[in-house]
């Protein structure tokens, strides 16, 4: 079955971290871009980060830069979204993404006091 399943999600207070991992299966993720989005309550689906196949090309959304790394294991078969120095903003549902088409069910991430 294709599928993208991310965990790590949770509860953390500003300036925390938590590590998002998103583990796929039914499809070559070894050759697969690969790309991060959140969407907040009552907001547009917003781009987080993106990595190519090889794992030697990232960008990432302003609102994260320098604060934000995505990665990847290829044996794993699992991409990383490193978040630290949250913010309440950051506060979201976050996705991750095998364009064009296919998502994973998301995981909440949730920054407050």
């Known amino acids: 079955q294709v599928q993208l399943v991310e965990s790590g999600g949770g509860l953390v207070q500003p300036g925390g971290s938590l590590r998002l991992s998103c583990a796929a299966s039914g499809f070559t993720f070894s050759t697969s871009d690969m790309r991060w989005y959140r969407q907040a309550p009552g907001k547009e689906r917003e781009f987080v980060a993106s990595?190519?196949?090889?794992?030697?090309?990232?960008n990432y959304g302003d609102s994260v830069k320098g604060r934000f790394t995505i990665s990847r294991d290829n044996a794993k078969n699992t991409l990383y979204l490193q978040m630290s120095s949250l913010k309440p903003e950051d506060t979201a549902v976050y996705y991750c993404h095998r364009f064009p088409d296919l998502w994973g069910q998301g995981t909440q991430v949730t920054v407050s006091e």
């Open positions: 990595i190519n196949w090889l794992g030697n090309a990232r």
